[in-house]
């Protein structure tokens, strides 16, 4: 029986450690939904490569920064650190099994193979939230894309990350004058206002035009030095 590219064709359905997550085809596209939210798929992939992109162009001119993604996702801000030899170390952490069998022998391999296969990158499989609040690890660069937005959280433990004492221990893991960038689906002049508010410095929203609606942003913040 032919594929309707109208209807998305569900390809992995898997209760994970936060509840159900699917990937689906629809067309060419792959997309991850989560408990019935959807995600990301790998139609575009600019806004996870500003991301990137702009963490490391706020840090200063120091060697091989390392950089921590949170949020495996579809693999485009693993896959665009590892295209450029100026990142150092590149850790992504990641808390859904599925995500990460995607990539490592699924439908996403496609787009990770290569990331993954660079000695600079490494997976962590646990909860982002949890890791920034215990590690003893430092990182030059924070980028992060866990939900979609600081006001549209994916599950509900993840609001602690954007709250006072979630920054505080974002701070704690960036070096002196590291930079914490963080995904959003649109503008929040309140988390700005939180940034600030948690001593971060150069604070400010970096836009991705779009054709219509509200544009994705990378807010921007970094830790004195």
């Known amino acids: 029986m032919p594929i309707s590219y109208d209807t998305p064709e569900v ?6 450690p936060h509840g159900e997550v699917v990937l689906r085809r629809h067309g060419q596209l792959l997309q991850i939904i989560a ?32 950089v921590l993604i949170g949020g495996l996702g579809v693999g485009f801000s693993l896959a665009h650190a590892a295209e450029n030899p100026r990142w150092g170390r590149i850790t992504v952490v990641e808390r859904e099994p599925a995500i990460v069998d995607w990539h490592r022998d699924g ?55 954007y709250a006072p004492a979630g920054l505080a221990s974002c701070a704690r893991a ?8 963080v995904w959003s689906a649109q503008p929040s002049p309140e988390f700005e206002s939180s940034l600030w508010n948690a001593g971060f410095q150069q604070v400010r929203t970096e836009e991705i035009p779009v054709a219509r609606g509200v544009p994705d942003v990378v807010h921007l913040g970094v830790r004195p030095g």
Do not use: Q
Request: hydrophobic share 40%; glycine share 8%.
């Open 11 to 16: 390809l992995d359905r898997r209760e994970g």
């Open 107 to 161: 439908p996403l391999s496609a787009l990770s193979a290569r990331a993954l296969a660079d000695a600079r990158a490494k997976i962590l499989e646990t909860d982002l939230v949890t890791y920034v609040h215990e590690t003893s690890d430092t990182y030059d660069a924070l980028c992060l894309d866990i939900d979609n937005g600081p006001g549209w959280t994916v599950t509900e433990g993840n609001d602690g990350l």
């Open 174 to 181: 960036l070096t002196p004058g590291g930079v914490l960038a």
């Open 35 to 66: 408990n019935g939210c959807f995600l990301m798929d790998t139609s575009d992939g600019r806004s996870e490569r500003l991301l990137v992109d702009a963490a490391l162009a706020a840090l200063d001119d120091r060697p091989a920064p390392s």
